[in-house]
C-alpha cells in the first residue's frame, strides 16, 4: 500500500529541547515535503526537497532543519524548539514536484 | 491578497441538498487545480483533479473558469459524511511547479 509515514502522532516538548519527527515514503518518490498548519493560515510549507541531497527552503523555513540522504525519508528536525513552533506538520510526497500530494498522519507537536 | 481564496464557511445545510464552493486565485499562470479534503486535524486527501472542461466523480462535480479564475466544487445529495473541510490547491505556473493551498471551507451536513 502506498503511504507516507510520519512519527511521532503526538509530541509535547519544551522549548529548546531538540526534536526530530521522522517521514518516510514507500513510493519511490523523488519530492518531499514539510509542511506546518494553523488555524486561519492554512498550510504552509517549510521545506522541500527535489531529490536525494536537494532541499530548500519553503515559505517558513526558520528554526527549522531537514536532510534528505535516502530518498525515502525526510525527516524535520527542530534543533532549539520554541512555543512558536507549536502546530499541526504533515509530510507529503509526489513522484515530481507540482503532481497530488499524498500526505502522513500528521504530528500535533506543543512546545511549552 | 491571497494567492488562493476560499471562504472559509461554515456551510451548514441539511442531508441531501447541494452545496458549491468557490476558490479563486489570482495567478493568472496558474496550470493544474486539485480540491483535498480534510478531516478535523487529519491529514488532507486527494479529492478530485479539475480540468478544463469539467469532471464529475459521483455526486462531485468540478470545474475550472479559466476567464474568472476561479474553481468551483459542487457536491450533490450531500451525506452526513461529506463534513469536512474542503481544500483548494493550486499549482503555480512557471518553473517552480509549486502548490498553493487555500485556506479551506468547513462544511457542516446536518441530519
Known amino acids: 500500500e502506498a503511504q507516507v509515514t510520519q512519527n511521532p502522532r503526538y509530541l509535547i516538548t519544551v522549548t529548546g529541547k531538540k526534536l526530530t519527527v521522522t517521514c518516510s515514503q514507500n513510493m519511490n518518490h523523488e519530492y518531499m515535503s514539510w509542511y506546518r498548519q494553523d488555524p486561519g493560515l492554512g498550510l504552509r510549507q517549510i521545506y522541500y526537497?527535489?531529490?536525494?541531497?536537494?532541499?530548500d527552503k519553503g515559505d517558513v523555513p526558520e528554526g527549522y532543519k531537514v536532510s534528505r540522504k535516502e530518498k525515502r525519508n525526510f525527516p524535520l528536525i527542530l534543533e532549539s524548539p520554541s512555543p512558536n513552533q507549536t502546530s499541526l506538520y504533515f509530510c507529503?510526497?509526489?513522484?515530481?514536484?507540482?503532481?497530488?500530494?499524498?500526505f502522513g498522519s500528521g504530528t500535533q507537536l506543543s512546545v511549552l | 491578497r491571497k494567492e488562493v481564496e476560499q471562504d472559509p464557511g461554515p456551510f451548514n445545510v441539511p442531508e441531501g441538498a447541494t452545496v458549491a464552493f468557490n476558490c479563486t486565485y489570482s495567478?493568472?499562470?496558474?496550470?493544474?487545480f486539485f480540491w483535498y479534503r480534510q478531516d478535523c486535524r487529519k491529514e488532507p486527501k486527494l479529492l478530485m483533479s479539475v480540468y478544463s472542461s469539467g469532471n464529475e466523480d459521483g455526486r462531485f462535480t468540478a470545474q475550472l473558469n479559466r476567464a474568472s479564475q476561479y474553481i468551483s466544487l459542487l457536491i450533490r445529495d450531500s451525506k452526513l459524511s461529506d463534513s469536512a473541510t474542503y481544500l483548494c490547491?493550486?499549482?503555480?505556473?512557471?518553473?517552480?511547479?509549486?502548490?498553493?493551498f487555500g485556506t479551506g471551507t468547513l462544511l457542516a451536513v446536518q441530519p
Open positions: 526537497s527535489m531529490n536525494v541531497e536537494v532541499t
Open positions: 507529503a510526497s509526489s513522484s515530481r514536484r507540482g503532481e497530488k500530494l499524498l
Open positions: 490547491v493550486v499549482i503555480r505556473g512557471g518553473a517552480t511547479n509549486k502548490l498553493i
Open positions: 495567478n493568472s499562470a496558474s496550470q493544474s
